[in-house]
């Protein structure tokens, strides 16, 4: 059923009794229910609109029920979206009505397949063809027990429904029953996403075929068989011209799956060396191809039971191949692209690089003779059928018999067979086989192949009618090689056929003289009639081909420019911002200029600087250098003085002894008299003369002593004044330095506000001390001409203090001394003065 999408529908269901020993007239209907899918609850149906629903004018027997359908519903989204080329979409059409005599009512479904075309479609020929579908109802006439009267209980009779199935429902469950075996053994698919509603596994194996690229392989290999067929590679590749011995009956059990790919590749003759091919493909990808529209659409029908060639697959599968058909498509300008090729180069795509696999299709184009049968008029095609419809002659006459009686003819069935190498419709594990033998022994293989499926398949198809043996071709054919095992045998009973050279040679004459008979007795009028009949045709594709390429023209157009709008939107923000970076790039240039100028600026200043510095440097040296002298030389001086000390020291203990006066004098002057003790015992000295000059001695003697003990203390005084100036010293020192600490921390706080404020970079590539001394130069700007030398200057000054302070402590200290000691010389002159 085709369809155009955006339209309003009218739906027309008729119901009519075809057999039965009563008429049952149709009471009511209550109402017509449409649906995307099969095999639906009764929940997923929608009501539809209805116009009328009564008997038929021209037919009374014949009930018409009408309904509306509006497609634009949210819940008829499905049957509103335009489906892609060879797809289809299921829907359901229900009516609930009830009959005269029943006592329930009951529900027609008819399930259909639908195509939807754009709104604006135009179809040749108007899809008018009925969808019919027949029903079976049994029913038990019942007497009603509440009536007691007979008579009214012949009148109150009711049929009580027994059995009511439709044809295809009742098909589907005897396949069921038939293929729950095989069904539990198949692999999983993945059907369209344009199949809403998929059946259940039973009823696709009744209804669907077998997606391409569908079914598991094998890929297990024995150690023997593996190391048979490595020996049997090595030496192959020793001589890759001349194949080895035995290798056909090694391919008769199938290549191993993880050999296969190199297998081929030495079957067809592509060396490790394919410079030539290998460039010419990378040269044809970057032309244009007239054939990438058709292409496109025809990719996604390539295995799209297989993962590596689904649109979610991240490894390019589908890209791949588009890039091959492409290649191949310009790379053979007579034949060009046609469809059948996408399916033997997804084959080999799946065991080889893409660049492999392009050099393999062309030697199975060009080397086995694959290109002659996709020529122009195919009359190859029509030879090969001709010879394989012989064959089915000689070999199965019965089954020729029974297509020639029903009207089967060969390119009903074998046309893909031929085009495709059987890979559009068979698992892969029998696809994989049937390329193996294909490239061992040459274009007779399909014949081989041909002949093994319709003996083996004999019986099913002596017992089918003509939609029977097609459906049977189509859908269960391929579905018996779904195994490995099956398929091996298949390959074997292919291989023992002996078909002979000669006998393919003596068809191939005979077709081409049933030609020219055929051409020799042809009506020059009929032929033109036929002719003409055929351009119509062609007329007719070629408007279609015009339509479908004006609506691609115009969507293409529709794209481009919304591509232009959005580049130069892009061109225009690419402006934009190229203007702002221009800006930015002013704006750093002269921000750079001035950090130039600035860099320059701050070079001078260091440079003065640090001449300064040096000049303070070797002041300050001078300084230092006088400083010592001074200082040894006060050294010299009061070493002198203390010599010159102890020496008078011991002079005026020598003096002081002798007198008792100048001690007591002396101990008084210097308050040490309530301190100090007499000694209690005394020396007596007799020298015989009297006991008056030893009393005197022993008294000199104890003064001596004591006027000792006060220079000892004396000395220790000064000792202690001087360890006091030596550490007011060290306390100066001690200054100095915190006022050097004191300038440094004032330099880091200003490079902290610095910071703070954004005028300093942390990033900062200069040198420490030239960032140093610009915070400097900045500390000096802001402290209004107050400089370094200002400091210097101050620690000069407060250095020569020092050095004067001290000079004059020491003078003094000396004076000090020196009039002590006078005052004390002069006492002890005076004591002695007076004594005498």
Same mark, same amino acid.
């Given at each position: 059923?085709?369809?155009?999408?955006? =339209?309003?529908?009218?739906?027309?269901?008729?119901?009519?009794?075809?057999?039965?020993?009563?008429?049952?007239?149709?009471?009511?209907?209550?109402?017509?229910?449409?649906?995307?899918?099969?095999?639906?609850?009764?929940?997923?149906?929608?009501?539809?609109?209805?116009?009328?629903?009564?008997?038929?004018?021209?037919?009374?027997?014949?009930?018409?029920?009408?309904?509306?359908?509006?497609?634009?519903?949210?819940?008829?989204?499905?049957?509103?979206?335009?489906?892609?080329?060879?797809?289809?979409?299921?829907?359901?059409?229900?009516?609930?009505?009830?009959?005269?005599? !029943?006592?329930?009512?009951?529900?027609?479904?008819?399930?259909?397949?639908?195509?939807?075309?754009?709104?604006?479609?135009?179809?040749?020929?108007?899809?008018?063809?009925?969808?019919?579908?027949?029903?079976?109802?049994?029913?038990? %006439?019942?007497?009603?027990?509440?009536?007691?009267?007979?008579?009214?209980?012949? $009148? +109150?009779?009711?049929?009580?429904?027994?059995?009511?199935?439709?044809?295809?429902?009742?098909?589907?469950?005897?396949?069921?029953?038939?293929?729950?075996?095989?069904?539990?053994?198949?692999?999983?698919?993945?059907?369209?996403?344009?199949?809403?509603?998929?059946?259940?596994?039973?009823?696709?194996?009744?209804?669907?075929?077998?997606?391409?690229?569908?079914?598991?392989?094998?890929?297990?290999?024995?150690?023997?068989?593996?190391?048979?067929?490595?020996?049997?590679?090595?030496?192959?590749?020793?001589?890759?011209?001349?194949?080895?011995?035995?290798?056909?009956?090694?391919?008769?059990?199938?290549?191993?799956?993880?050999?296969?790919?190199?297998?081929?590749?030495?079957?067809? $003759?592509?060396?490790?060396?394919?410079?030539?091919?290998?460039?010419?493909?990378?040269?044809?990808?970057?032309?244009?191809?007239?054939?990438?529209?058709?292409?496109?659409?025809?990719?996604?029908?390539?295995?799209?039971?297989?993962?590596?060639?689904?649109?979610?697959?991240?490894?390019?599968?589908?890209?791949?191949?588009?890039?091959?058909?492409?290649?191949?498509?310009?790379?053979?300008?007579?034949?060009?692209?046609?469809?059948?090729?996408?399916?033997?180069?997804?084959?080999?795509?799946?065991?080889?690089?893409?660049?492999?696999?392009?050099?393999?299709?062309?030697?199975?184009?060009?080397?086995?003779?694959?290109?002659?049968?996709?020529?122009?008029?195919?009359?190859?095609?029509?030879?090969?059928?001709?010879?394989?419809?012989?064959?089915?002659?000689?070999?199965?006459?019965?089954?020729?018999?029974?297509?020639?009686?029903?009207?089967?003819?060969?390119?009903?069935?074998?046309?893909?067979?031929?085009?495709?190498?059987?890979?559009?419709?068979?698992?892969?594990?029998? *696809?994989?086989?049937?390329?193996?033998?294909?490239?061992?022994?040459?274009?007779?293989?399909?014949?081989?192949?041909?002949?093994?499926?319709?003996?083996?398949?004999?019986?099913?198809?002596?017992?089918?009618?003509?939609?029977?043996?097609?459906?049977?071709?189509?859908?269960?054919?391929?579905?018996?090689? $779904?195994?490995?095992?099956?398929?091996?045998?298949?390959?074997?009973?292919?291989?023992?056929?002996?078909?002979?050279?000669?006998?393919?040679? %003596?068809? #191939?004459?005979?077709?081409?003289?049933?030609?020219?008979?055929?051409?020799?007795?042809?009506?020059?009028?009929?032929?033109?009639?036929?002719?003409?009949?055929?351009?119509?045709?062609?007329?007719?594709?070629?408007?279609?081909?015009?339509?479908?390429?004006?609506?691609?023209?115009?969507?293409?157009?529709?794209?481009?420019?919304?591509?232009?709008?959005?580049?130069?939107?892009?061109?225009?923000?690419?402006?934009?911002?190229?203007?702002?970076?221009?800006?930015?790039?002013?704006?750093?240039?002269?921000?750079? =200029?001035?950090?130039?100028?600035?860099? #320059?600026?701050?070079?001078?200043?260091?440079? +003065?600087?640090?001449?300064?510095?040096?000049?303070?440097?070797?002041?300050?040296?001078?300084?230092?250098?006088?400083?010592?002298?001074?200082?040894?030389? !006060?050294?010299?001086?009061?070493?002198? +003085?203390?010599?010159?000390?102890?020496?008078?020291?011991?002079?005026?203990?020598?003096?002081?002894?002798?007198?008792?006066?100048?001690?007591?004098?002396?101990?008084?002057?210097?308050?040490?008299?309530?301190?100090?003790?007499?000694?209690?015992?005394?020396?007596?000295?007799?020298?015989?003369?009297?006991?008056?000059?030893?009393?005197?001695?022993?008294?000199?003697?104890?003064?001596?002593?004591?006027?000792?003990?006060? *220079?000892?203390?004396?000395?220790?005084?000064?000792?202690?004044?001087?360890?006091?100036?030596?550490?007011?010293?060290?306390?100066?020192?001690?200054?100095?330095?915190?006022?050097?600490?004191?300038?440094?921390?004032?330099?880091?706080?200003?490079?902290?506000? !610095? !910071?703070?404020?954004?005028?300093?970079?942390?990033?900062?590539? $200069?040198?420490?001390?030239?960032?140093?001394?610009?915070?400097?130069?900045?500390?000096?700007?802001?402290?209004?001409?107050?400089?370094?030398?200002?400091?210097?200057?101050?620690?000069?000054?407060?250095?020569?203090?020092?050095?004067?302070?001290? =000079?004059?402590?020491?003078?003094?200290?000396?004076?000090?001394?020196?009039?002590?000691?006078?005052?004390?010389?002069?006492?002890?002159?005076?004591?002695?003065?007076?004594?005498?």
């Amino acid at each position: 059923m085709m369809m155009r999408r955006d =339209r309003d529908k009218l739906v027309l269901v008729m119901l009519k009794q075809t057999a039965g020993p009563r008429h049952l007239r149709v009471k009511n209907c209550f109402g017509m229910l449409l649906a995307p899918g099969r095999n639906l609850r009764q929940s997923d149906m929608h009501l539809l609109e209805m116009k009328s629903a009564g008997q038929g004018q021209h037919n009374p027997r014949v009930f018409v029920i009408e309904a509306r359908w509006n497609p634009g519903a949210w819940n008829f989204e499905v049957l509103n979206t335009e489906t892609p080329r060879d797809t289809r979409v299921f829907m359901s059409v229900a009516v609930d009505v009830t009959f005269e005599g !029943l006592d329930e009512s009951l529900r027609f479904i008819i399930e259909c397949k639908a195509r939807i075309f754009q709104q604006y479609e135009r179809f040749w020929f108007p899809p008018r063809r009925a969808v019919s579908e027949t029903y079976r109802l049994l029913a038990r %006439k019942t007497m009603n027990e509440l009536s007691a009267d007979p008579c009214n209980a012949i $009148r +109150d009779d009711q049929l009580k429904v027994v059995i009511f199935e439709s044809t295809t429902e009742r098909e589907r469950q005897l396949s069921s029953t038939a293929f729950d075996g095989d069904m539990e053994r198949s692999p999983t698919r993945h059907m369209p996403t344009q199949l809403i509603h998929p059946a259940n596994g039973s009823d696709s194996d009744s209804d669907e075929p077998l997606l391409s690229g569908s079914g598991d392989v094998c890929r297990e290999c024995s150690e023997d068989r593996l190391a048979a067929w490595n020996e049997m590679i090595d030496l192959w590749k020793q001589t890759p011209e001349q194949r080895p011995y035995g290798l056909n009956s090694l391919i008769h059990d199938g290549i191993p799956d993880v050999l296969r790919g190199e297998v081929w590749l030495l079957l067809a $003759r592509i060396g490790p060396v394919q410079a030539d091919l290998v460039q010419a493909y990378q040269m044809l990808l970057e032309k244009e191809c007239p054939s990438e529209a058709i292409i496109l659409r025809d990719i996604h029908r390539t295995f799209p039971a297989h993962e590596y060639f689904t649109e979610e697959n991240d490894k390019g599968g589908q890209k791949a191949l588009y890039r091959i058909s492409k290649a191949y498509s310009l790379y053979d300008d007579e034949v060009g692209y046609c469809q059948g090729l996408s399916f033997l180069a997804a084959a080999l795509l799946l065991h080889m690089p893409e660049e492999q696999a392009f050099c393999v299709l062309v030697r199975i184009m060009f080397d086995y003779g694959m290109r002659e049968l996709f020529k122009t008029g195919f009359d190859a095609l029509h030879l090969r059928f001709y010879q394989l419809q012989c064959l089915i002659k000689d070999y199965a006459h019965e089954l020729y018999s029974h297509f020639q009686e029903i009207g089967i003819e060969t390119h009903m069935y074998a046309s893909q067979w031929f085009l495709t190498l059987f890979t559009a419709k068979f698992p892969l594990q029998m *696809v994989f086989f049937i390329v193996d033998l294909f490239l061992a022994e040459g274009m007779n293989t399909i014949f081989h192949i041909s002949l093994a499926l319709l003996k083996d398949s004999n019986k099913e198809l002596l017992h089918s009618d003509f939609e029977g043996i097609l459906k049977f071709f189509r859908v269960n054919l391929p579905r018996k090689y $779904r195994t490995e095992v099956a398929a091996r045998e298949l390959i074997h009973a292919a291989v023992k056929l002996k078909i002979s050279h000669k006998r393919l040679s %003596k068809y #191939e004459k005979e077709w081409h003289e049933l030609k020219r008979q055929e051409i020799e007795s042809q009506d020059p009028l009929e032929r033109a009639q036929r002719e003409s009949q055929g351009l119509k045709e062609q007329i007719l594709r070629l408007e279609r081909e015009n339509d479908y390429l004006a609506r691609e023209l115009v969507t293409s157009k529709i794209c481009l420019q919304e591509r232009l709008d959005t580049t130069e939107d892009q061109l225009e923000t690419t402006l934009n911002q190229m203007i702002i970076k221009n800006r930015d790039c002013e704006e750093l240039a002269d921000r750079e =200029r001035k950090l130039r100028e600035e860099s #320059e600026f701050i070079k001078q200043k260091c440079r +003065d600087e640090v001449a300064r510095l040096e000049e303070e440097y070797r002041r300050s040296e001078g300084v230092i250098v006088e400083y010592k002298k001074i200082c040894t030389e !006060l050294g010299l001086a009061s070493d002198e +003085d203390k010599r010159q000390f102890r020496k008078l020291k011991r002079f005026i203990a020598s003096k002081v002894s002798v007198c008792d006066r100048c001690s007591n004098e002396l101990a008084d002057c210097l308050d040490l008299s309530s301190n100090s003790q007499r000694p209690s015992s005394s020396l007596s000295t007799y020298d015989g003369e009297g006991s008056s000059v030893g009393s005197t001695t022993a008294t000199n003697d104890t003064s001596a002593m004591h006027m000792m003990e006060l *220079v000892e203390k004396l000395q220790q005084y000064e000792q202690h004044i001087r360890q006091v100036e030596l550490e007011l010293a060290q306390t100066k020192l001690a200054l100095v330095e915190s006022q050097c600490q004191n300038q440094d921390l004032a330099h880091q706080m200003s490079v902290s506000t !610095l !910071l703070q404020n954004g005028s300093y970079s942390v990033n900062d590539n $200069r040198p420490a001390w030239l960032r140093k001394t610009i915070s400097s130069l900045r500390e000096v700007a802001q402290a209004h001409g107050v400089t370094g030398s200002g400091f210097s200057s101050g620690s000069e000054e407060n250095n020569v203090n020092f050095h004067s302070k001290f =000079r004059q402590h020491q003078r003094s200290s000396s004076n000090a001394s020196t009039t002590s000691t006078n005052h004390i010389t002069n006492k002890y002159t005076g004591s002695q003065t007076d004594r005498r």
